[in-house]
């Protein structure tokens, strides 16, 4: 069994950036897009993927911390975090994934971006690696022991990426569950 554990950036308190066009957040729209992925593997008798949400009744490390542990409590096999970026500058546009460095990370990373570069056809970013302590998103990236990866499909901040990427959003979910499950093969 393959156990895909998704993992909706942000949390209820404090919900991440908002999207230009309809003042959406990233918790609500990734969380959303979370139960879309979840979906594509009800009909797959050899895959499950289970929701995870950060606490709001603790700190961001002790958040990130106890999120990766519930995540490999339950024994996943990789571990995505989903996100959105966003900027300043309105026009910013493209697609990146972030890693550990590590092998499984690597793997996993490479299908997802491309898999989301294929749906958004945004400009590509491509994976970016993070290392312990070095840069926006490295603890998620290292506090669980599956092979973890975090998403940035789009940018919240660009009217025309919300546009495409609530036209695309199954799917870019299907496209997110089929590259997390070939990563588990």
């Known amino acids: 069994m393959r156990k895909i554990a998704i993992i909706v950036g942000h ?15 990233e918790f609500q729209w990734n969380s959303d897009l979370a139960s879309r992925i979840r979906a594509y593997a009800e009909d797959d008798p050899y895959s499950e993927v289970r929701i995870f949400y950060r606490q709001t009744n603790m700190g961001y490390t002790k958040q990130i911390q106890d999120v990766y542990a519930r995540a490999d409590a339950w024994g ?12 300043a500058d309105a026009s910013a546009s493209y697609t990146c994934t972030l890693s550990s460095g590590t092998a499984g990370s690597l793997a996993l990373c490479e299908r997802l971006q491309a898999a989301q570069v294929r749906v958004m056809g945004l400009d590509d970013a491509g994976v970016k690696i993070r ?8 603890r998620s990236l290292w506090t669980g022991d599956a092979p973890a990866a975090l998403i940035e499909p789009y940018f919240g901040s ?13 799917e870019l979910a299907r496209a997110l569950y089929e590259a997390a499950r070939e990563s588990v093969a």
Do not use: S
């Open 76 to 87: 996943a096999d990789v571990t995505i975090e989903l996100h959105f970026n966003a900027a």
């Open 131 to 138: 290392n312990r302590g070095g840069g926006r998103g490295w």
């Open 158 to 170: 660009n009217p025309r990426d919300c546009i495409l990427a609530d036209k695309r959003k199954d």
């Open 11 to 25: 949390n209820k308190r404090g919900q991440g950036a908002v999207r230009v066009t309809d003042g959406k957040t």
